[in-house]
């Protein structure tokens, strides 16, 4: 029986430097989505952010609608609805029309906001932002489920709302919360029963935090008489890959160092390793932030994160734009290639019947010898020998031989090899 699969995807944010066309940073942004879905990746969370310049989709509502009409089976969610910017009914609203109209592919996301300069140019004090999520949050579930909500708090009111259609999705459209090292995004995905968005996984903070967290959703989900579950917690971490490891190093040399400038001067999110003069690809790769390397060093790295998690239900790549546009495309692709089978089983009957063959690949040439043997016999005894040469079944019988003689030794051969494929 085949076992639960690791799902893939990606987190987009984006992250767009400000001496490119936004307009077609967008366009490459759906365009890596069409890709993702031609190449079998399961989900794709885009990112809801208004100010600091990279980051440039501001709805991702809109975007997963136009990303619904260029896309087959993907699964499309808001990663994430700054929740404090809303008012809860507009945002259940919003989510179930998506639902129907991408039939069921939606996916809701929620969390605090990540950055100040967008709550700042609303008015909305940075420190209350945690609380006002857990507001909403209270009122976002159940409407989202199809229940009746009325709920006052000193910055929205809700009479007796509902949602206009019934939900497309039952229960409900999935839900996650996103979460880094606080324990404010597990104990809310715990207290409603929902799912866990860990974006910082691969930070130090948030590595060491992934087993705490997710106890901490656990228990606060007994506690509330809920449930929760490992295949709806996603862990986020971003990753190049190439045929070498030079070879994503030369790569990322196109984009990495803009990115970390936003990191380390502009946004405020501990998503990258303060400047201290060092290789910056050394930097990453050797605290553990990010994979540039091989499929082999992602397969690592994910397998890493399981134990330290306990286990999980997605890994997403955090989406960047570390390296050109081919080499982006390339690394999807490889990632799709010799990375998801690892963890899904993708390859594990066709290893069991390769092994059958080469371990019995004695008996089953004899058996071919026989079987061909016994027709050119039924043929000489049928019609006579005069339409058969002599030299037919020493033909066989040489050729048999030979390639017996030639297989090689019982070790198993390398089934990695990958360059130019």
Not at 24 to 38: G, S, T, V
Not at 156 to 182: G, W
Not at 305 to 317: E, I, P, T
Request: charge should be neutral; charged fraction near 20%; aromatic fraction near 6%.
């Amino acid at each position: 029986m085949a076992n639960a699969k690791l799902r893939f995807g990606a987190f987009m944010a984006p992250f767009h430097p400000v001496d490119e066309n936004p307009t077609l940073a967008l366009e490459r942004d759906l365009e890596l989505i069409q890709h993702m879905d031609k190449l079998n990746y399961d989900e794709i969370w885009i990112g809801e952010h208004h100010s600091a310049g990279y980051e440039i989709i501001a709805s991702p509502e809109l975007f997963i609608a136009t990303a619904a009409e260029r896309t087959r089976q993907i699964r499309l969610g808001t990663g994430v609805v700054s929740l404090p910017y809303h008012n809860p009914l507009m945002v259940a609203e919003r989510i179930n029309q998506l639902d129907h109209i991408t039939r069921g592919r939606t996916m809701c996301g929620v969390g605090p906001g990540a950055l100040p300069s967008d709550a700042k140019m609303i008015g909305i004090e940075v420190v209350k932002q945690r609380d006002m999520m857990d507001e909403a949050l209270d009122a976002l579930v159940p409407l989202l489920h199809g229940e009746t909500v009325t709920k006052k708090t000193d910055w929205f009111t809700l009479q007796n709302a509902r949602l206009h259609i019934t939900p497309y999705s039952r229960p409900a459209v999935e839900m996650a919360v996103a979460s880094q090292i606080s324990p404010t995004g597990a104990t809310a995905a715990g207290r409603h029963g929902i799912g866990l968005l860990s974006i910082g996984a691969t930070t130090a903070g948030g590595f060491n935090a992934l087993a705490s967290n997710w106890a901490i959703c656990e228990q606060t989900a007994r506690d509330c008489g809920k449930t929760v579950d490992r295949r709806n917690w996603r862990l986020v971490g971003p990753v190049h890959v190439a045929e070498t490891r030079e070879k994503a190093r030369e790569n990322v040399k196109f984009g990495l160092r803009k990115w970390l400038f936003y990191f380390q001067e502009v946004a405020a999110l501990a998503l990258a390793p303060f400047a201290d003069g060092s290789d910056p690809v050394d930097a990453l790769v050797d605290s553990g932030m990010a994979v540039v390397g091989t499929p082999e060093d992602c397969i690592a790295q994910i397998e890493r994160l399981q134990k330290q998690s306990g286990g999980f239900g997605a890994f997403l790549q955090l989406a960047h734009n570390w390296a050109n546009w081919e080499a982006t495309q390339r690394s999807y692709e490889m990632i799709a290639r010799y990375v998801m089978p690892h963890f899904q089983n993708g390859n594990d009957n066709r290893v069991e019947s390769l092994e059958y063959a080469r371990t019995n690949f004695a008996e089953l040439v004899g058996q071919a010898k026989v079987a061909i043997g016994s027709r050119v016999a039924e043929h000489i005894a049928k019609k006579g020998s005069e339409n058969i040469s002599p030299d037919v079944v020493q033909a066989l019988d040489a050729e048999i031989k030979r390639v017996a003689a030639s297989r090689p030794s019982p070790a198993r051969p390398d089934m990695t090899t990958r360059a130019g494929k």
